[in-house]
């Protein structure tokens, strides 16, 4: 690919997801809209989905950001919810959509059709989970999309090499299948597991920034190669090496803290952006290897399809969600109360993504009906990502799910903030009657004025508002510190084109300001 074609691509791709935030459609729906008009622009060239770079070069870190952002302790509550998403689903998917499409299309082998199955089988949660951010669905059910996310991508591209072995007249049977799944699993979570506590080790050891954010955005290409070398799942190592470095962030220097968030948000935006737009560019390349599957035909195999994976996944989490309970006190005793509202919008966020797309484009040549497996793929990711994904902010508004309890989560907060004020109060008084640490009393003041406004911060939130704004007593307080800021930083560079300072102290000035600005704006992004 030229370097003005990929160029193109990455600001096209930016630019409409940035336009998106400003919509109330979903990124990712734009994007795919957007690519789909884009296919036929005069002058716009053709884009091919190469799966050599989609599966080991942008799956990795798109699985990355998401394990290290998601929630260790809220994953392992719901493991029997995920794994019966992850693993369950996926397997049924595969053979439901499989026998579906072998009973339907004339001459298509079972072999065959099950390598179509497992082509479509995994759902990619990004729209679902920005969704459900969006409108503020339940943390349970949004830890249970996410994790699915994680791990289906591993159980998908298992199944696909045991059903592509059968098809190409390899001779997998039941016995080599199991012992595929078992190698990639097993091996998978075995090499996230032997490479989690090294790495980790050493982001704790470096102590220059740069060092370790490099590092940072080698890790899940090391982890990914590392295991697919061994022929296990680099997904699952992946996913093993990000979860257990999110959990334990905290023990990293808080300068790498801040550049990593930074720079993963940078990379988590750019690559999904370029991903839905690729699939929305795929049209002519889909189209012009059909062949002999053309007009009504096509468009009823398609529809047929769609129809199969949307109602396979409601045949898979309503019994997977109730059956469990009805059968095992201990589970009832465990998980929180449900009802039918919450297995319908997860069925409903089924919608399929690039990693159905970069398999399909992985199928050989010389597999029988590839063209065809290639076009459905790519019709059932448009229909489920358009049609799933325009319905759902409606659907989860018509079943009016019960919000997040801010009122609740702010109390916890303030709780906790709380606790560890007096804990740092405690720890400060007792570092003060050591006489190596005496200060003046202005500085003493200091620490104890910015300890005291922390814990006081989190409460304001839950006090009245000003009338005049609707802003808390607390966003009055960001809002005039931002002012102050920016005052000082115009100051700043007036003393700088003045010549009473030069360019190395401005930057030295300015970086102070950055972080204290930077730190109140997580303050009022969290």
Known sequence: MEVLTLVGLVAGSAAVAGLARRTPVPAPLLLVAAGLAAAYVPGVPTYVLDP??????????????????????????????????????????????????????????????LVLGAVIAPPDAVAATAIARKLGLPNRMTTILQGESLVNDATAITAYKVALAAAVGVGAGWADGIAEFLLASVGGVGVGLLLMVPIHHLRTRLKEPLLQNTLSLLIPFVAYAAAERVHASGVLAVVVVALYIGHRNWQVDFATRLQEEAVWRMVAFILESVVFALIGLQLPVVLKGLGEYEGAVA????????????????????????????LSARIRSREPETDWRAPAIVGWAGMRGVVSLAIAFSVPISV???????????????????????????????????????????????????????AAEERLTELLADPQNSLPPPLTDRLRTVMERRRNAVWERLGEVNPMTGESADDVYRRLSREMIAAEREVFVSLRDRRRIDDEMLRALLRRLDLEEAAAYREEAG
Request: charged share 10%; hydrophobic share 55%; net charge positive.
């Open 52 to 113: 050599h770079i989609v599966l080991p070069l942008l799956l990795p870190p798109l699985l990355h950001t998401a394990a290290v952002d998601s929630s260790y302790l809220d994953l392992r509550a719901n493991m029997r919810a995920i794994g019966l998403l992850s693993v369950g689903y996926v397997l049924f998917a595969t053979l439901a959509v499989g026998y579906a499409a072998y009973l339907l299309v004339p001459g298509l082998s079972l072999p065959v059709a």
């Open 368 to 422: 029988p009906h590839r063209n065809l497996i290639l076009f459905l793929t790519f019709t059932t990711v448009i229909g489920t990502l358009v049609v799933q994904g325009l319905t759902l902010p409606a659907l989860i508004r018509a079943l009016k799910l019960p919000p997040r309890d801010v009122h609740a989560e702010t109390l916890a907060e303030a709780q906790a903030q709380s606790e560890a004020s007096q």
């Open 299 to 326: 468009a009823w195999y398609a529809v047929a399809v769609f129809v199969t994976v949307v109602l396979a996944r409601f045949l898979w989490v309503f019994p997977a969600t109730f059956v469990p309970r009805w």
